[in-house]
């Protein structure tokens, strides 16, 4: 708009007539009809509301006088001795509530200093709460800043609330004036633009900041300070409880194409599409096309709360970060008020994104959680405050969980948590991406080999026994191990060995084997090898290693990832079975028997072959009847007669490739018995060095 239309000067009191102007209309009509109005405000903005309301009853007469009205501030009266705030208050309270007549109405300017701290209620407050209700004829005008708590008991007085957060976006025309617009652009004022920033500042405090704009040198023509007048306004709204975040999307997180497709496309394009337009119709039309949730849900690790950070960052937003556990309280409705607090804050911070982290801490569907009840109000509570956002308010709500499952239907609900984006395990590419980063970020030279050797290594499970996946922090992990070595070191002269140093978390006594279990060691891990290489449709082997790994095995075969690993057939699992049972075969060739290491074999051999038949229907005499998804593993009908179909189909899976797997070490021993004595020789063995093995014991 032309800065000429703007004000030449605004007074504080003005810019809060304007910009309170329907909170005071609501105060007045209420006070009017003899109901008491608990007024929830910044404390800077109490005293200016109460004399905007003051003016409004006045006006209202035809005398100018309006109802009576008796201050209660705590101020001695003239002639009166002084004894303290709160004891001149309870004084000033008692004469009013017992000496009030009819239209007179007590405003409390500081009721939650005399009647609450933030651990109790005040001696004040045990007399000041049986006078508040002693004369129910009284009307009471209360005010209430948001970081203090009030007790119920106090609420209970008041036949109504308001709360007053921020300021309409429409009346900055009437409270900026032309020299402070002048100061960001010599050529227009656009009020979107700055609403942005200041949407959760009362008008008071955007006052005094918009006056400290006002002494900024005027931007010459042609050469907005909009960028920076708007990040030093940044930097004055964002409290010390609330995060800056600067998590760039594509230079910070590697990998996730899809992820952030989805965020792009659905609401950060739309975000800049709306700083570009010019109507106000369109500007309020997009507005409401814009989610106000999303939840990210994956594994643990995955990046979920950087995802929210990035997402933040291309905002210009402040992120408030919330763990679901600690909002939680033993007291009645104090933990309804942790989540309203963290939503006011959000609000004076706007733009701002705020993170609940573990959000099914508290949002467990209903009837799946024995708990104290209060998940559910706070799952009420929360979808309140979510539904009360004014469109034009830059404020955006995320969600992580681990267990999408598991939360309450009403936040899934669309136009709640509108969308629900998976961050999952990173792939192939992921992986190799994030290793750039990292690499890049802490300047560690790795070859392309060496980050390759990664890529692979964190391929599968990172603890098998709770099923958890390598994820980027795993990678991160290993990348400041490796940092801190070179810092040691003075070089950085990596190896694959330090990598796989460097994924060992769990401390443990080194293991020490005898020549003879070396060999055992050698021959296992060898016949996985061999066949990993001769058996069809099998992935080759990478690399080989006697030497203990992360999880603690005395050895490992690291195996090339699958081309298709989203059509994995009948073929493709047998061909797993076979290799997966070579170890043993190779022990009971040499060595006439076998040892506990084929332990791990056995059991995932014996899943997948379960797999085939019970949940993939590949059996050949079973069929398609497969056990269902929501059947108990335990306890599942099944006939006596099924059940040893069942046992029988997958016996003859796994007999067919045991034979499989004895033939074709039996045909090849040589070459075995050349893999396992070079491991033994070499400990390790890569790519090309099992080639050119390989290809020399073919040739001879």
């Given at each position: 708009m ?7 000067e ?14 005071v ?7 009017r ?8 405000c ?6 200016h509301v ?41 004084t000033q ?5 017992r ?5 007179t109405?007590?405003v ?8 609450t701290?933030?651990t109790?209620?005040?001696m ?5 709460i ?15 800043d ?25 009346s ?11 100061a ?16 959760g ?9 918009m ?5 900024r040198?005027?931007a ?20 010390e409880d609330?995060?800056?975040?600067n ?13 952030k ?6 609401l ?67 933990s ?17 994104v ?12 209903r ?22 956002f004014?469109?034009?308010?830059s404020?955006f ?8 499952e598991?939360l ?11 969308f629900?984006?998976?961050i999952?395990?990173?792939g ?13 970020k ?10 390759e050797?990664?890529v ?6 990172a603890?098998r026994?709770?099923?958890?996946p390598?994820t ?18 003075g070089?950085?002269?990596?190896t694959?060995?330090d ?5 060992q978390?769990?401390?443990r006594a ?9 060999r ?23 690399r ?70 019970e949940e ?18 335990h306890?599942t009908?099944?006939s ?6 069942v ?8 007999e067919?490739e ?25 400990k390790v ?6 080639s ?6 073919s040739?001879g």
């Amino acid at each position: 708009m032309p800065i000429e239309t703007l004000p030449g000067e605004v007074r504080v009191e003005d810019a809060v007539e304007m910009a309170c102007a329907q909170d005071v209309t609501f105060i007045e009509e209420r006070l009017r009809r003899g109901m008491s109005v608990l007024v929830e405000c910044d404390k800077e903005l109490a005293l200016h509301v109460y004399l905007a309301v003051r003016a409004r009853l006045r006006r209202g007469t035809g005398n100018g006088r309006g109802p009576q009205i008796v201050i209660v501030d705590g101020r001695p009266r003239e002639g009166e001795e002084s004894r303290g705030n709160l004891a001149s208050m309870l004084t000033q309270l008692t004469t009013a509530i017992r000496g009030s007549v009819e239209r007179t109405i007590i405003v409390l300017l500081h009721l939650d200093v005399l009647t609450t701290t933030h651990t109790s209620l005040t001696m004040e407050a045990r007399e000041a709460i049986p006078l508040l209700y002693e004369n129910p004829e009284a009307v009471l005008l209360g005010f209430r800043d948001p970081s203090f708590p009030l007790p119920k008991v106090i609420e209970g007085v008041f036949a109504v609330r308001r709360e007053i957060v921020g300021v309409p976006r429409e009346s900055l025309a009437k409270i900026v004036t032309q020299r402070e617009a002048k100061a960001i652009d010599a050529d227009h004022f656009d009020p979107f633009a700055l609403y942005k920033y200041v949407s959760g500042l009362n008008p008071v405090r955007l006052r005094r900041l918009m006056q400290a704009v006002g002494l900024r040198r005027e931007a010459m023509p042609g050469r907005s300070q909009a960028a920076q007048v708007y990040r030093e306004l940044r930097r004055q709204t964002v409290s010390e409880d609330v995060e800056l975040p600067n998590v760039d999307l594509e230079r910070d997180i590697g990998g996730y194409p899809e992820v952030k497709l989805r965020l792009r496309e659905e609401l950060l394009d739309l975000l800049r599409r709306k700083d570009s337009l010019g109507s106000e119709s369109e500007i309020q039309a997009l507005e409401g096309l814009l989610p106000r949730g999303i939840i990210f849900h994956g594994p643990p690790g995955t990046g979920k709360t950087y995802f929210a950070k990035a997402m933040a960052t291309a905002m210009d937003a402040t992120v408030i970060i919330v763990s679901g556990p600690e909002l939680k309280s033993k007291w009645v409705g104090e933990s309804e008020e942790n989540l309203r607090r963290v939503f006011r804050q959000a609000r004076r911070s706007a733009p701002a994104v705020v993170v609940f982290d573990e959000i099914d801490a508290f949002a467990h569907a209903r009837g799946t959680y024995e708990g104290s009840g209060v998940e559910h109000s706070m799952v009420n509570q929360l979808l309140t405050e979510m539904d009360g956002f004014r469109g034009s308010e830059s404020v955006f709500v995320v969600g992580t969980t681990n267990f999408l499952e598991s939360l309450d239907g009403a936040l899934l609900r669309p136009g709640r948590f509108e969308f629900l984006i998976e961050i999952p395990a990173p792939g192939v590419q992921d992986r190799r991406e994030i290793v750039e980063i990292y690499d890049r970020k802490l300047e560690l030279g790795l070859s392309r080999e060496l980050q390759e050797h990664l890529v692979r290594r964190t391929e599968g499970l990172a603890e098998r026994a709770r099923g958890l996946p390598f994820t980027g922090d795993h990678i991160y992990a290993v990348c400041r191990a490796l940092k801190r070595q070179a810092i040691r070191t003075g070089e950085k002269n990596f190896t694959p060995e330090d990598i796989d140093r460097a994924l060992q978390r769990k401390t443990r006594a080194a293991v020490v084997l005898s020549p003879a279990e070396e060999r055992v060691v050698a021959f296992h891990e060898a016949g996985h090898a061999l066949l990993a290489m001769l058996v069809e449709h099998a992935t080759p082997p990478e690399r080989i290693s006697i030497a203990a790994d992360m999880e603690g095995a005395l050895g490992y075969v690291l195996r090339a990832a699958r081309a298709k690993p989203y059509a994995i057939t009948a073929a493709d699992m047998r061909a797993d079975i076979c290799v997966g049972l070579g170890g043993m075969c190779a022990e009971r060739l040499v060595f006439g028997e076998v040892s506990i290491g084929a332990h791990t074999d056995l059991q995932q051999v014996n899943r997948i072959a379960r797999a085939m038949v019970e949940e993939y229907g590949m059996g050949a005499s079973t069929g398609v009847l497969v056990r269902l998804d929501d059947a108990p593993r335990h306890g599942t009908p099944m006939s006596e007669r099924r059940r040893e179909r069942v046992d029988a189909e997958v016996t003859e899976i796994l007999e067919k490739e045991l034979a499989r797997a004895q033939a074709l070490l039996s045909g090849h021993r040589a070459m075995l018995e050349a893999l396992a004595e070079t491991l033994l020789s070499r400990k390790v063995l890569d790519r090309a060095e099992l080639s050119a093995l390989t290809k020399g014991e073919s040739d001879g």
